[in-house]
């Protein structure tokens, strides 16, 4: 299902249908809040929309949450839209 879900964003992100694509990844991180993944298509459709505030606090909460459970930091990825997100700030 995940695996699914994660497809379908993806093709929606593609085709700038950012509200499905974030519906999509939100589905995503209700099974598995730790999914880089679906923060990744998440915090991209946000970008691409022009909501850099979302992606900032979306990246908190995976910071937050994949240091916690998996002690592990972000991946290179989600590092990357943060900082985009700060220079559309």
């Known amino acids: 299902m995940v695996e699914a879900l994660l497809s379908l964003a993806s093709g929606r992100l593609d085709q700038q249908r950012f509200g499905e694509t974030l519906e999509c ?13 679906a923060y990744r298509l998440a915090m991209k459709s946000y970008l691409e ?7 900032l606090r979306l990246f908190q909460q995976a910071r937050q949450l ?5 002690e ?3 991946s ?14």
């Open 72 to 74: 592990l930091e972000p």
């Open 76 to 89: 290179i990825e989600l590092i990357e839209l943060q900082q985009r997100a700060l220079l559309n700030l």
């Open 25 to 37: 990844s939100g589905r995503v991180l209700e099974i598995d809040p730790c999914c880089q993944e």
């Open 66 to 70: 994949l240091a916690r459970e998996l």
């Open 49 to 55: 929309s022009g909501r850099a505030e979302e992606v």
